[in-house]
């Protein structure tokens, strides 16, 4: 396993990175299968989990806390808040009502006092950065959480949020954590290079493209995986989208043959590869699927074989627009830009 400084954070984090997001309902991945999963993580040298109040309803943070027992201070532990929990309007959002009792909420399920990292999960465009920001100084001042960061803001937002802090003298976050794969890279156009600019650590969500780059997509073979059955349109080839992406893989497949490697070891190393990303995010619904992911633990692949990736998906370029996650709520609601 190799280790990179989190942002100027001064924290060493493993280059793959446990996410818990399908712990407990998502994924149907039980407390016994959970604890063999951060077990086997642990052991072979990652040292992040990373979970939010919205995975199941808070069962996936309840999951990761009984995991951790004992062993708390080995772990950079981060979660997420903002997405809606049960249907009372307050409950979601980052104002200071909500991600106070938020915390509270998720420090409890976790059996922790602290997390190391807390998130905004998206970008709240009914609450200003003063008012988030000056909440999350608040309860890292409390020693509550140790650090604070984003989850797939867009660019503008990410530097919008950076001036606010130095204008309201506020800590800032330290932390981007957005979608990021060979099938989606758009990031590499905006999100990345403000990163960079501003030094903020990196931890991509969705390396495998929700399991385009597993190894089990293939042209004329029956896609057949959990995240399938729960969202047939991600893998419909009638989407020109997905027959895009069905492509490419095609040829991915072949190109990794060549290098001798898994598709998930070239998936992982790609994203790994940019000199803006700290971490990328493991998924794992079962141990064997950790296992097939942890192979790409030390994988570096060359420049031949980067060249060859951008000659089958262009640099910046998003096979599947549509599925982004940071456009501006203005272009998704009419009532938004019209008086």
């Not at 590499?188 to 501003?198: G, I």
């Amino acid at each position: 396993m190799r280790y990179r400084t989190l942002g100027r954070t001064g924290i060493q984090v493993s280059t793959l990175a446990l996410g818990a997001m399908n712990f407990g309902p998502i994924g149907h991945t039980t407390q016994d299968e959970a604890t063999a999963i951060v077990d086997a993580a642990l052991e072979a040298g990652i040292n992040v989990v990373d979970t939010a109040d919205m995975y199941g309803d808070g069962e996936s943070e309840q999951m990761v806390g009984r995991a951790i027992a004992g062993r708390r201070d080995d772990i950079v532990l981060a979660t997420k808040a903002t997405m809606p929990i049960g249907d009372e309007r307050n409950h979601q959002g980052s104002s200071r009502r909500w991600l106070v009792t938020a915390l509270e909420n998720s420090l409890r399920r976790l059996g922790v006092d602290h997390v190391d990292l807390y998130q905004m999960h998206r970008w709240d465009p009914n609450t200003s950065d003063e008012e988030t920001l000056s909440a999350l100084t608040d309860l890292q001042r409390a020693g509550k959480i140790r650090h604070f960061g984003s989850s797939t803001f867009p660019a503008y937002r990410i530097v919008q949020a950076q001036w606010a802090a130095r204008e309201y003298n506020l800590s800032r976050y330290v932390t981007e954590q957005p979608s990021y794969s060979i099938l989606q890279r758009g990031i590499e156009s905006q999100v990345l290079p403000v990163t960079e600019q501003y030094g903020l650590g990196v931890l991509v969500w969705s390396p495998l493209a929700s399991g385009w780059l597993s190894g089990a997509v293939r042209q004329g073979r029956e896609v057949t995986t959990h995240r399938s059955a729960l969202m047939p349109a991600l893998f419909d080839t009638a989407i020109p989208a997905n027959q895009a992406r069905l492509d490419a893989v095609g040829r991915l497949a072949k190109l990794a043959d060549q290098a001798g490697l898994t598709m998930i070891q070239l998936a992982l190393g790609f994203v790994t590869a940019h000199p803006a990303v700290t971490s990328a995010l493991l998924g794992p619904r079962t141990l064997d699927h950790l296992r097939s992911q942890l192979a790409a633990a030390d994988t570096v692949l060359s420049a031949d074989v980067l060249d060859e990736i951008d000659a089958i998906v262009a640099p910046g370029v998003d096979l599947a627009a549509h599925e982004k996650f940071d456009t501006p709520p203005a272009l998704l609601d009419p009532s938004l830009r019209r008086r």
